[in-house]
């Protein structure tokens, strides 16, 4: 596992849906986007959709020291 992040909310249309599908096939944890409509797609298997503060939250967040 890991984490897979997605740097910017205009990515959408850079691709996205592949960075996706690579977060997939890595196996990651989250997938970590600031797009608010990739952040709406399903749970796939494992993979969570995130937010960065969500993000941080998972990583940094209390209880996760």
Do not use: C, E, H, K
């Not at 959408?12 to 989250?30: E, K, S, T, Y």
Request: proline share 3%; no cysteine.
């Amino acid at each position: 596992g890991g984490f897979f992040a997605v740097a910017g909310a205009n990515f959408a249309q850079a691709g996205q849906g592949q960075a996706f599908g690579a977060a997939l096939a890595a196996n990651a944890d989250l997938f970590v986007t600031g797009d608010t409509r990739a952040q709406g797609w399903a749970q796939a298997g494992a993979l969570r959709i995130v937010s960065p503060r969500q993000a941080w939250l998972a990583l940094f967040g209390p209880g996760n020291s």
